[in-house]
């Protein structure tokens, strides 16, 4: 079921409180806070409202089970569409103007194959926001392993660390 959730949280060094956000689920909060999602075959959306001071992250698998960005039917959009509507009523209230908005969609896919849509997931989300006028940044990571993604909701600021590599610590990608 699609709609707010998350799972462990986990206090930081830096006094920051550490949320996970499971897929199908997404969280906003005005707080000083870090938001996390792993994403494998799946994509973030990262909204910050700069003049209320609050954002969220709504975490969305790709449909189907391959990893890969698919096409969409009617019945999924529209599910998608209601979850999509409500995260962004829930971090921009009844705001009029969306000057201070700014959004962005990280995203990760397994490398492609012949026959990949023409239209994703990302891309129709992107045009829900850009509809809304919401300015919007994609990215997409084609790897066979996942990546988390961070986000401080009350400051706007979102990072990708990429996978664990020697000696086990994360690559860090900049998003913002």
């Given at each position: 079921m699609l709609g707010t959730g998350s799972l462990?949280?986990?206090?930081?060094?830096?006094?920051?409180?550490?949320?996970?956000?499971?897929?199908?689920a997404y969280h906003v909060s005005p707080e000083p806070m870090r938001l996390v999602a792993t994403l494998f075959?799946?994509?973030?959306?990262?909204?910050?409202?700069?003049?209320?001071?609050?954002?969220?992250l709504l975490h969305l698998q790709f449909f189907g089970d391959t990893g890969r960005p698919s096409d969409v039917t009617d019945n999924s959009l529209s599910g998608v569409l209601v979850v999509l509507d409500r995260f962004k009523r829930a971090v921009l209230g009844n705001a009029a103007r969306y000057d201070d908005v700014q959004a962005?969609?990280?995203a990760h896919a397994l490398p492609p194959q012949t026959g990949e849509p023409t239209a994703s997931l990302v891309d129709l989300i992107k045009a829900d926001l850009v509809d809304?006028?919401?300015?919007?940044g994609t990215q997409v990571f084609r790897r066979v392993e996942p990546?988390?993604?961070?986000?401080?909701?009350?400051?706007?600021?979102?990072?990708?660390?990429?996978?664990?590599?020697?000696?086990?610590?994360?690559?860090?990608?900049?998003?913002?």
């Open positions: 462990s949280i986990r206090n930081l060094s830096q006094g920051l409180e550490e949320l996970a956000v499971v897929a199908g075959g799946a994509l973030a959306l990262c909204l910050h409202d700069e003049k209320r001071g609050v954002g969220g962005r969609i990280l809304g006028r919401i300015v919007c990546v988390k993604v961070c986000f401080e909701p009350f400051a706007g600021r979102v990072w990708v660390s990429g996978p664990i590599g020697a000696g086990g610590l994360h690559r860090r990608f900049s998003a913002a």
